[in-house]
């Protein structure tokens, strides 16, 4: 039975935070950038060989036929006048971006998601031939495996179906990682029709030796039309433990991504504050309060997001890893995400705003406290008061946290002159003041992120 939607994505979210989770992009993923679907590439070709193509084409055995008839070399040729485009514009795309995933795997051509990463400032890594494994970064950039070849290469490309029935002996390497990848890592497959066989023998083949397949995920449009199309998905679900989310359009995919992105966003928490000052009392507050709001937020399945503010920031960090390490936690950079702030260049203060923007957009909640005069910072600002800035201009939950003459002090008092623009902390923000105990406030600020949450 397929999947409902908020089942989907209440699992992937928690399958994002947690885990390591791939995308696996078929050619529908792309058609939202302006690249033409497996029908529209060969349509051209069939109309030269005079045969017609339908929803039963097989695409491997049309480009078979169009190279035994006019050579391989015009079979590229005609797929590179229709691929090799610099289109990556695409809702769809940005969305997946976003999500976070940790290697991209895919069938298409195309560099469409390439440029999507680039266009970020993320680094990737273009796998495309077996040759090219030899060169892998696993955990420093997103790997993306063309599994059927890259424009740049239109040799190596697998489009016909000489190249397909080859590919096992073409391809040991790539088939290798990516049967280790269906076993270690969640997929989400987007804009792939599961036609070719190739992912569900791949599955089959690690069901047959473990005895039961990982669980994954796809989004695709019902095709209620189709008298088999049901029996399709039963067989995807029990054989291949591929759970199916079905739309009535794709432009319903989008949307359905960005909602899951946001309840991503939602479990992440962006904590902005720093100080200079070695004075006992605020020396006493700060660790109090780094080591209660962490064990707070962790204890609650939140992430945290630091920028390592000047000494609070490397007493939360401290705080933090103390608690993941005595939890046991492993992987620590998915709960603790460090997005360090620094530069004293010119352009410094531009770039540190824009990664600013970018760190607090990805989280949903936003907390600050402290906060000092910085000369360095855009006109002069504090850095704590840019961030509020940020905050409130991408409509993010804020919560403040008064401490005498400082930056947060501030923030507090615009927030309770205008409490009603801030409805989820009417009955509280008077709790949160550096008087209270740092427990409290803790427990508080959790509370009040619950709360959002469940009220939305």
């Known amino acids: 039975m397929p999947i409902e939607k908020e089942q989907f994505i209440k699992q992937f979210a928690k399958q994002a935070l947690d885990d390591r989770i791939s995308l ?9 950038a302006g690249y033409p679907n497996w029908a529209d590439l060969f349509t051209p070709l069939a109309k030269e060989l005079g045969t017609p193509i339908s929803e039963s084409t097989d695409y491997y055995k049309l480009a078979q036929y169009y190279a035994n008839s006019f050579g391989s070399t ?14 990556f514009e695409s809702p769809l795309l940005e969305e997946l971006v976003d999500i976070g995933f940790t290697n991209v795997w895919t069938t298409n051509f195309d560099n469409a998601i390439e440029l999507n990463y680039h266009k970020r400032g993320i680094l990737t ?3 495309f031939r077996d040759s090219d494994f030899s060169n892998i970064e696993l955990n420093k950039r997103i790997n993306i495996f063309k599994m059927n070849g890259d424009v740049t290469n239109l040799e190596g490309i697998v489009a016909t179906q000489d190249d397909y029935e080859r590919y096992a002996d073409t391809h ?26 190739l992912v569900l023998e791949c599955i089959s083949e690690i069901t047959r030796y473990l005895g039961v397949a990982p669980h994954h995920y796809t989004i695709m449009k019902n095709d209620s039309k189709n008298p088999y199309f049901k029996h399709f998905v039963e067989d995807m679900e029990q054989r291949y433990h591929i759970r199916v989310l079905l739309v009535e359009n794709y432009s319903d995919i989008p949307i359905i991504l960005s909602e899951l992105n946001e309840r991503i966003r939602k479990k992440k928490v962006f904590i902005s ?16 309060f780094s080591r209660n709001l962490t064990a707070s937020l962790f204890d609650n399945d939140y992430r945290i997001i630091n920028g390592i503010g000047r ?10 890893n103390e608690y993941l390490v005595k939890m046991g936690v492993k992987d620590i950079e998915k709960y603790l995400i460090i997005k360090p702030f620094v530069g004293n260049k010119e352009d410094s203060a531009e770039k540190k705003k824009r990664l600013r923007e970018n760190v607090i957009g990805q989280c949903g909640t936003a907390i600050f406290v402290f906060g000092e005069a910085d000369g360095n910072s855009v006109n002069t600002k504090s850095g ?10 991408l409509h993010k939950v804020i919560i403040p946290i008064s401490y005498p003459n400082m930056i947060s002090e501030e923030i507090w008092k615009i927030i309770k002159d205008n409490i009603t623009e801030y409805p989820y902390l009417e009955k509280s923000i008077d709790f949160l003041m550096s008087t209270e105990s740092a427990e409290q406030i803790s427990k ?13």
């Open 24 to 32: 696996f992009l078929g050619a529908g993923g792309s058609c939202d």
């Open 74 to 87: 015009e079979l590229r040729k005609g797929i590179n006048e229709r691929i090799n485009r610099n289109r």
């Open 125 to 127: 890594n273009k796998v």
């Open 172 to 197: 040991q390497v790539t088939l290798m990682f990516f049967k280790r990848e269906l076993i270690s890592s969640t997929f989400l497959f987007i804009g792939y029709s599961f036609t070719d066989h």
């Open 273 to 288: 504050g720093a100080f200079s000052s070695y004075e006992t009392k605020i020396e006493k507050f700060s660790h109090e």
């Open 311 to 320: 000494r609070f920031g490397t007493h939360l960090i401290g705080y933090a």
């Open 384 to 393: 704590v008061l840019e961030e509020f800035d940020i905050a409130c201009k």
């Open 444 to 456: 508080l600020i959790v509370h009040i992120i619950d709360s959002v949450q469940e009220a939305k």
